[in-house]
Structure formats: C-alpha cells, structure tokens
C-alpha cells in the first residue's frame, strides 16, 4: 500500500533545489519535514520560494536529526565524494536514504555505504532519472524482450559542454576527491548506466582519455572506451564536457534482429518483428514529437534537470520501499555504471590496457 514518507534534504544546491520543490508536488508517497545545507541560505530561499516557510532549516545535518526525529528518509543532494558521511549518519540513526548519482566516487566507500545500510536493515536507493524515460524504458524493454537478437554493438555517448565557469563556481566540480571523476563520472554515468541496463554487465573496458581544454581542473573532460559486454557485444562509451556547445546524450543498441537509437527521443526503433505499435512508439517519443530547443538540454546546462523524471524516480523509490520491496536502482543496482566508470578510468591511466570491470560481490 502506497504512504506517505517524512523526507528530508541535505544539500540544497542545483539538484538538492529540486527534491526540496519536488517532494512536496508528490504528497501521495512524500512529505517534506526539514532541509539542511551547510549554507542555511540556500534552503531557506528554495523553502521561501515554493511558499514553505514552516519547514525547518539546518546548517548541521546531525542537529537535524536530533530535533527531528519523525524524519524517515534522508535525501542526499551534497557534492558525491561527501556522500558516504552523510549516509553512515543517517544509516546510523535508521533512516533510509535517497542518495543522488553517483552515490559515490570508490567502490570502496560505495560498499561501505551498501554494507552499512544492509546492517542496519535501511534502505538504499539512487537516483538516475533517466530510467524513468518513456523512450529508455521502450528500449530497455524490447531488449528484455529479446527484440535484438544477439546484440552486436551498443554505444552511450555524451557529447557535454560545460563552460570553464562551471568548474570555477563550486570548489568541487572536476576534483578527484568529491567529483570522483570529470565527465564521465559526473555527468556521462547517466548514459553509462542506461547502457548496462539495458544491454547488460560490461565485462572489460579499454579507454583513453584527459584533459583536453578545462586544464585547470585535475579531472578528465574528455574520455573514450571501447568495451566487451558478459554477453559477448561490442560497444563503445565517449564522455567529454569539451564538445561546445554540447550535444544530445545518444545511445546506439543494435543487434541480429533490430536496432534502436536514442537522441532526444526515439530516433529509431526497427525489428525483423516489425508490430504497429512500433510506429505508435516513434510517433510518440520520436525527436519529431518533442523538438528540443537549441542549447536547452543538460548538454548545455547543468541546471536543465528533468523535475518530472526526478519526480517519478523519488515515487518509484518510495512506493518500492512502501511494498516492502528493494528499489529498482537499489545501492547494488547504482554501484554498477561507477565500477564502469572506474575500470574506464583504470585503463586510461595504463595505457589502454583492458581491465576488467569490478562488480564486487552485492549479488
Ligand atoms: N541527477 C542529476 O541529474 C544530477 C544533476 C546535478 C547533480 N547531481 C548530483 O547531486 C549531487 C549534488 O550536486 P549539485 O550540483 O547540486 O552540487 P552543488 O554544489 O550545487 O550543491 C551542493 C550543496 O550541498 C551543500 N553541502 C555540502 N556538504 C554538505 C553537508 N555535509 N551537509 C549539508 N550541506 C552540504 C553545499 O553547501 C551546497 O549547497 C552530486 O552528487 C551530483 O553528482 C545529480
């Protein structure tokens, strides 16, 4: 039976923003009861903003935690190398935790934070919005299906700008202790996760990357893998936030049987098993149907965050946990496209040499 959960907040920057907006506008599995940043102000202006001026604001997430005790879930909107602090507090005082992507920047302290909330007997889910996509989901579920046969070759890429500006205004952006990583890390695991869903486990990866223009951050904005999946498929990854002015994030499956393209929308949906709903699905979700404005997308600006996506990934969360169920992006499930992620940055740091990707032992 769906219910309603008591959330709080705990980062109140560009994404923190929107879970402070959006939990409200889903009072069917969702009530927001407190907000903390380090920079109350932050919250302060977003609660003032959507006419919530009772909820309470902290600058210190274990003071909240003391005087809030009905809190049950804990969102985490803090930069992600910071994630596994605010977890195990949480954790510690049995709060389940919606934690946004990626939950964090090693697997080491990925584990952590699964292990943690496995013993404490808390839940654990992540947000990757996309999952939620009509068109992702019409993907994911022809290949569930069968639809392209054996799968030949499957690429993500996300060909991303960010200005020098963005790395500028925060201390974290393009650090390898709290970003974990440049584009690929930030902002391309979006697409690598969608790719492991809907092909499958990624077995090796080869890459090479760096820096190509942003030369005074530490981490990569630009990185390119070639890969081989469990299944036996071919693919390819390409992060970089160095294309101006950014591009559509694309994904490319195609197999024996069938091929589907996704860029700003369903480009291309073509099976052997041709069904009219096919046609229905193009017309639906095709670019045609949604054109995008020029320079509209994440691709150019980080701020461009889907509220409906991040709204129907918080309800699926919720109502997952409300069933008695584990979420669909569970901690085992999120820690996927970061070991990908890893190996990716393991083999360019070797040459290219192939390593294999570390899924760990989540089950
Ligand atoms: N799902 C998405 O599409 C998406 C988009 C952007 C960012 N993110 C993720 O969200 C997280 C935050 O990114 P952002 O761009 O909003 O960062 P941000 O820098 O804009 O905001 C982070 C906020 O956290 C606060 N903060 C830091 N440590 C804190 C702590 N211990 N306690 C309380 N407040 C603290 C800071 O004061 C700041 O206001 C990252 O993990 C990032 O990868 C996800």
């Known amino acids: ?45 977003e609660l003032q903003r959507n006419r919530l001026p009772s909820v309470p604001v902290y600058e210190d997430m274990a003071k909240m935690l003391k005087e809030q005790p009905e809190i049950e879930v804990v969102h985490l909107a803090t930069p992600s190398g910071a994630h596994l602090e605010s977890a195990l507090m949480a954790i510690e005082a049995g709060k389940h935790i919606i934690c946004e992507k990626p939950l964090e920047v090693t697997l080491d302290r990925v584990d952590k934070m699964i292990n943690a909330a496995k013993a404490k007997g808390v839940k654990l889910g992540c947000i990757f919005q996309g999952r939620w996509k009509e068109d992702n989901r019409a993907v994911k579920q022809a290949a569930m299906d069968g639809r392209f046969g054996r799968i030949s070759w499957a690429g993500a ?136 404005a020029p320079f509209s997308g994440a691709q150019a600006n980080p701020a461009a965050i889907s509220a409906d996506l991040h709204g129907r990934n918080i309800s699926s969360i919720l109502t997952s946990w409300a069933e008695g169920k584990e979420a669909e992006t569970n901690g085992p499930e999120a820690r996927k496209a970061i070991a990908i992620v890893l190996a990716m940055y393991e083999s360019a740091k070797n040459g290219g040499n192939a390593v294999k990707v570390d899924y760990g032992s989540h089950g």
């Not at 109140?12 to 969702?30: F, K």
């Open 1 to 45: 039976m769906p219910r309603q959960w008591k959330c709080a907040v705990v980062g109140a920057g560009t994404v923190g923003r929107s879970h402070i907006r959006l939990i409200p506008q889903l009072p069917a599995v969702a009530k927001l009861v407190a907000a903390c940043d380090h920079v109350p102000a932050r919250a302060e202006a």
């Open 157 to 292: 890429f996300t060909p991303w700008y960010r200005p020098d500006k963005y790395y500028e205004e925060t201390s974290w952006h393009g650090t390898w202790k709290l970003d974990g990583g440049g584009a690929a890390m930030n902002q391309g695991i979006h697409a690598v996760d969608l790719l492991q869903w809907i092909v499958g486990p990624v077995k090796s990866v080869s890459a090479y990357g760096g820096n190509r223009s942003h030369t005074k951050i530490e981490t990569e904005d630009a990185i390119s893998a070639s890969l081989e999946f469990e299944n036996g498929a071919y693919g390819s990854i390409v992060c970089t936030t160095a294309m101006y002015p950014g591009m559509p994030t694309r994904l490319e499956i195609g197999g024996e049987h069938g091929t589907a393209v996704l860029e700003n929308g369903l480009k291309s949906f073509s099976f052997q098993d041709r069904k009219p709903s096919d046609h229905e699905l193009v017309e639906k979700l095709g670019p045609a149907a949604k054109p995008a």
